[in-house]
């Protein structure tokens, strides 16, 4: 996190992010610098507008609240009825629902997979 902490801290003060300066904020945080790491984080960041990017991330939040905050409202303003809802989830289930197959079955689609 102090790797992207730093870009940033660049990034506020105009400064160029390159492997020097990242380095060297680094160094006077007393962090140990993996220069690795450096270097994948200015390519990483070399086509990216910065500004751009933490804007778009400060808003996502707080039009997350918003909705969850109008979903709460809404479920406090029941009107009493009775009636279930199936609640569905984006996330696909993955159960297994045939239980006659053997343990091992598993392990060969891995093997598939990687082999």
Known sequence: MEYVYAALILNEADEELNED???NVLD???VDVEESRVKALVAALEDVDIDEAVSEAAV???AGAAAG????GAAAGDDGDDE???ETSDVPDTTDDDEDEDDDA???GLGELFG
């Open 69 to 72: 905050g109008a979903a709460a």
């Open 60 to 62: 996502a939040p707080a």
């Open 106 to 108: 598993g392990g060969e």
């Open 21 to 23: 300066n990242l380095t």
């Open 84 to 86: 279930e809802v199936e």
């Open 28 to 30: 006077a945080a007393g």
